[in-house]
């Protein structure tokens, strides 16, 4: 089949090549001409394991293109995959103005039947708005279809080749037996493909995210109250986890989410929800509570210092708001730095993959270091952001002649106790005890 992507961020930019890999020739189309010329040329403009290898092999098999021009992809493709961005707003509602002007651009340019379909985070509504901005500009017969990405970054080529599920979103027979032939490749090898009206498919996605972060902050809930009642949440997690209704998944305790999807999607939800005059009450404490847990450290390390971090030298392990990302987007480490700046603190940080996205931001605020160790030369102690893992086996004795002082501030509970306990670090982990 014949396919354009509009939109070549990381969800169309996956999408696009997943859907070329799969056979189709895919139009992949974006406004930033620097980016298209780019991408002729092979480079992938985000880091994502595998993604580099099936982009070029597509691109050389002729079944992946690059353009600026929307009209010259439509005209050739019978479905049109809508991967645009919907940031929040200031209301933490999703803007959905490149939406709405893509499909106000498609009115135009329509000369017979297509498939619109909806790959963004959208909330409930959207298809029926696309539809109408879409059928103020022509006659021409279209459907709009909502069909949601639910694959994770760092395992972006992993999920879409290998989906738990599809879901599509139509009611027509057209639409859905074009979207059925798209995903044949995998429900011929027994992944399901559930079909739902629109608004149903565009609640699952927000229903389905913002649930793993109830899930997450709950452990990070269960962790703290371990810490006061001296209970070990590695212990109660595994126990928790073995009962196959709650599972072992999403039960890592931390300094709380990010990324670019569970914040905003759950934002999206309470706000979507407060237009109904619905309150998700326990989205709003999902949302209060991660924002705490993100820098409880701060607190922790603030306590060890006495009280004064003037001055204080920390060393910072891990930048990006999980492993195996160079994202930063709500990063939990942005948030610890913040803090730990305005209370005097000096940081030298290291993150090889996701360094240049935070000197975007922070320019030079903080110091970098080029290698892990190198991060700790006379640091007062240690912080760890992201569990990446070179982190998870580290040199004790070397890090321990490094610093200056031997303090592990771990955010993402890297070590097993019994792997510190006779190193002669101060140890303080989410939920666990504190080595001393
Ligand atoms: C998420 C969803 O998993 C994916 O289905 C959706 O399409 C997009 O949002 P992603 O944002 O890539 O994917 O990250 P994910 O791996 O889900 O992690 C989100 C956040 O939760 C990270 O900050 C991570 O560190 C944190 N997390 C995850 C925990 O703190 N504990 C866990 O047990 C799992």
Redesign the pocket.
Known sequence: MNITIVGTGYVGLVTGTTLAELGNTVYCVDIDAKKVEAMKQGIVPIYEPGLEEMFSRNIQAQRLFFTTELKEALEKSEVIYLALPTPPGEDGSADLSYVLSVADQIGTLLTDYKVIVNKSTVPVGTADRVTASISAKTKVPFDVVSNP??????FAVEDSMNPARVIVGSESERAKEVMGKIYQPFTNIGIPIIFMDEKSSELTKYA??SF?AVK?TFMNEIANYCEKVGADVDKVRLGMGSDDRIGHR???P?I???????PKDVKALIRSGKQENFDFQILEATESVNQTQKVILVSEIEKYFGGNLQGKKIALWGLA??ANTDDVREASSLDNIKLLLEKGAEIIAYDAIAEGNVKKILGDKISYASEMYAALEDADCLLIATEWSEFKNPNFELMAKKMKNKAIFDGRNMFPLEQIEDSGFFYKSIGRKTLR
Request: include cysteine; hydrophobic fraction near 45%; proline fraction near 0%.
């Open positions: 990405e639910f694959l994770r970054e760092g389905a995210n793993l997450i999403f039960l890592f931390g709380g989410y990010g990324g670019s999807c569970f708001f999980k």
